[in-house]
């Protein structure tokens, strides 16, 4: 079992930044990858960015690219999103999520274990 707790949204003027974290309970963390996912009022949930067990594999959004930018820490058990010139477009609420599997899985369904999300605002 894996509980994720993720922090740091908030609200953010239109070409500002915000970090948001994942604190991951458990010893196995560093055996799972781990991704971001976002959505939105009236809209699914869709893929941000997801990073391997190792962080030495990374694939991100084309929505994000760029501006974004995913990377873990398996001492803290914590993975990060660092997120600029963020725009009004991404604001949702966003969710960390972790998989048991190798590679970099994208969608929702090959992901075991989700936090609880936070809200980003990008106001303009």
């Known amino acids: 079992q894996v509980q994720l707790v993720e922090s740091g949204g908030g609200l953010v003027q239109a070409g500002g930044s915000l970090r948001l974290s994942c604190a991951a309970s458990g010893r196995t963390f560093s055996s799972y990858a781990m991704g971001w996912f976002r959505q939105a009022p009236g809209k699914e949930r869709e893929f941000v960015a997801a990073?391997?067990?190792?962080?030495?594999?990374?694939y991100y959004a084309d929505s994000v690219k760029g501006r974004f930018t995913i990377s873990r820490d398996n001492v803290k058990n914590t993975v990060y999103l660092q997120m600029n010139s963020l725009k009004p477009e991404d604001t949702a609420v966003y969710y960390c999520?972790?998989?048991?599997?190798?590679?970099?899985?994208?969608?929702?369904?090959?992901?075991?274990?989700w936090g609880q999300g936070t809200q980003v605002t990008v106001s303009s």
């Open positions: 999520a972790a998989a048991r599997r190798v590679g970099l899985p994208q969608t929702t369904p090959m992901y075991d274990y």
């Open positions: 990073i391997n067990w190792s962080g030495g594999n990374i």
